[in-house]
Structure formats: structure tokens, C-alpha cells
């Protein structure tokens, strides 16, 4: 079964969801990401939000595990928009606009409305969000980053958006995750190479 299929049985993927996948470090989460939820998804139009180049190593660890050929991959990857946060490479999509990351909630508020100004603007209006790299851009600095992501959450919802956010639950405290799973509607687990909701 599908990514997409699932969404539909599961009635998941209303616009203006945010569903949280939790995976841990040892999941082949690059296979998920790259190998079944972008391509099941990309017909209806897919933004990435692509925190330190995290989608990019996931993307390039999946391409090298799969042995599929590298440009047949970007080849079906290229209408794909892109939002780079921080450092990192982005070899796949199109470019959206790059940001630096900050901690300091009304300058994330700013890049937030920003990012989602470009998106709305686009002559394809996307349906999915995917994020990569959340959990890292919290790490670093833990108790910053949740105030600046419950400002940008709640000041300017993206009710157009599908937002699918994959977290590395193990580089995550409980409180953080507990936050994340409240302004989720959907939390799903990644274990033993399935999603479960």
C-alpha cells in the first residue's frame, strides 16, 4: 500500500494537518522518506523544508543503499520546492529561498510568514510540507527553539499545507516531543520499517 493510500483509507492528509512521524536512528527512515512518502505524494505538489541539510544526507544515504542511478532520481525529484534552513547542500527540487536558522521567535515568526508567503505565491499551489531536520535545529538549542516554533505555530497556520514533520525521537527530551505531539493532529511511528498512526 501506498503513502498516499494510506492517507485516504486512514482519512489522513486534510489540509491543514500536521502529522508528526517519529523515527529513530537506526530506522531506515531515508527509504520512507525518499523511496515511498516524496514519490507518492509529489503528484499533488511537495515543499521540503530542509533543516542543516538533513533531507539532503537522508536523500544521498538512500541513493547509495537503493543503487538506483543518482540522476534518475534527482530527474523525478525536480519539481519538488525547496526550503533550505541553515547550512547544507540541496542537490534535488528547485531552490524556494534559503533562510538562516534562528532561535530568536520573532525573527523564526519573520522567516516563517516569509516562507509561507513564497509558498502561497506559487503559480502550483503544493498540498505537502515534509520537514527534515526539526529535531536537529532543536537540539541545539532546546528551550529557544520550542518558544520560537509555538510562536510561528500559532501566529500563522498553514491551513493550504499537509504538513508531515519526521523527527529523530532519540536526539529529542520527552518534554519536547510531548510539545510537538500537542500541535500535531497526527502522530505516527516509524519502527521496524512501517508507519504506524
Do not use: C
Not at 17 to 42: A, N, V
Request: hydrophobic share 45%; aromatic share 10%; charged share 25%.
Amino acid at each position: 500500500m501506498t503513502i498516499e493510500e494510506i492517507l485516504d483509507v486512514q482519512n489522513l492528509g486534510i489540509s491543514g494537518d500536521m502529522i508528526l512521524i517519529e523515527y529513530k536512528s537506526s530506522e531506515p527512515i531515508e527509504r520512507f522518506s525518499w523511496g515511498e512518502l516524496i514519490p507518492s505524494l509529489s503528484n499533488y505538489g511537495v515543499v521540503v523544508v530542509d533543516f542543516y541539510g538533513i533531507g539532503e544526507i537522508l536523500l544521498r544515504k538512500f541513493i547509495r543503499k537503493s543503487g538506483k542511478e543518482y540522476a534518475l532520481i534527482l530527474d523525478a525529484l525536480r519539481d519538488i520546492k525547496v526550503v533550505k534552513v541553515g547550512p547544507g547542500a540541496v542537490s534535488y527540487g528547485e531552490l524556494l529561498t534559503e533562510v538562516s536558522p534562528s532561535y530568536d521567535p520573532q525573527i523564526f515568526l519573520k522567516h516563517y510568514y516569509s516562507i509561507m508567503t513564497r509558498i502561497s505565491r506559487l503559480p502550483k499551489k503544493p498540498r505537502y510540507m515534509i520537514v527534515f531536520g526539526l529535531s536537529h535545529y532543536i537540539h541545539f538549542e532546546p528551550d529557544s527553539s520550542m518558544k520560537a516554533l509555538l510562536t510561528a505555530v500559532s501566529s500563522i497556520p498553514a491551513e493550504d499545507l499537509v504538513k508531515i514533520v519526521l523527527v529523530n525521537k532519540e536526539i529529542l527530551n520527552e518534554a519536547q516531543l510531548s510539545l510537538l505531539r500537542e500541535v500535531s493532529t497526527i502522530v505516527g511511528v516509524f519502527e521496524d520499517g512501517d508507519l504506524v498512526f
